[in-house]
């Protein structure tokens, strides 16, 4: 069974320095990995994806992601965080290209301080 | 952007009584929906998962009988809670996976905060 772990419950970073909010994931085939972000009592808003081909994929908002095979992991990173930032971010997985169920990690509340 | 809405974004309901909420895709045709729930500070549970035409996938421990879902269209797809019961007060969000395109991501309703008194 695919899942998802996002070992950080929160993240704090200073306004301007880069960020990293750390996802690892496990499913036994292709996985397809995307990140979201929500805001208070708010729908999820995607920010990136990474399906096949490079494993630097750029996002929304100036966030971008590596997917490392060998280490199960993509880990979502800023290169100078925003206050504006703050938010609940979920990392996710879908197992092989069906529409099949995607399955989240527990969310990571990252917190910009000025 | 695809568009998924969904409505009420909050409601407040009497114990014993029903709840319907609506997941619409706005400008595309979505072959499968999903229903997740959000505890406070908690990530988004599955629910089930609702095919256009056909009988929802309930996640296991999910009662399909309180959480009724009915896919009748490829643009809308309903959650009716039944009987609620102050423990079923939580977040609700709905996401729809556009067809013909299982690359793509899932786009979200905005949730529905659903308050049983």
């Known amino acids: 069974a695919q899942s998802v772990a996002q070992p950080e419950d929160q993240v704090n970073v200073a306004e301007g320095n880069p960020l990293t909010v750390k996802c690892t994931y496990s499913?036994?085939?292709?996985?397809?990995l995307f990140w979201y972000v929500q805001y208070p009592n708010r729908g999820l808003q995607f920010l990136l994806k990474?399906?096949?081909?490079?494993?630097l994929v750029k996002g929304s908002y100036g966030f971008e992601a590596e997917f490392n095979k060998s280490q199960t992991s993509f880990h979502l990173k800023k290169p100078s965080a925003l206050v504006s930032d703050s938010a609940l971010y979920f990392c996710?997985?879908?197992?092989?290209?069906?529409?099949?169920?995607?399955?989240f990690g527990s969310g990571t509340r990252l917190s910009i301080r000025p | 952007g695809a568009v998924v809405s969904q409505h009420p974004s909050w409601v407040i309901c009497k114990s014993g009584t029903s709840v319907k909420i609506e997941c619409r895709s706005l400008?595309?045709?979505?072959?499968?929906m999903f229903w997740y729930r959000q505890f406070p500070k908690q990530s988004l549970m599955l629910m089930a998962t609702?095919?256009?035409?056909?009988?929802?996938?309930?996640e296991q421990g999910v009662e399909k009988d309180k959480f009724l879902i009915n896919h009748a269209s490829l643009t809308l797809s309903t959650l009716t809670v039944t009987s609620a019961h102050p423990e079923d007060s939580s977040f609700y969000i709905c996401?729809?996976?556009?067809?013909?395109?299982?690359?793509?991501?899932?786009?979200f309703g905005q949730g529905t905060r659903l308050t049983v008194v």
């Open positions: 996401s729809a996976q556009e067809q013909g395109y299982l690359n793509t991501e899932a786009f």
């Open positions: 499913v036994s085939g292709n996985p397809y």
């Open positions: 990474y399906i096949t081909g490079d494993n």
């Open positions: 996710a997985v879908r197992e092989g290209s069906s529409a099949s169920k995607i399955i």
């Open positions: 400008d595309f045709q979505a072959t499968t």
């Open positions: 609702s095919n256009e035409g056909s009988k929802a996938t309930y």
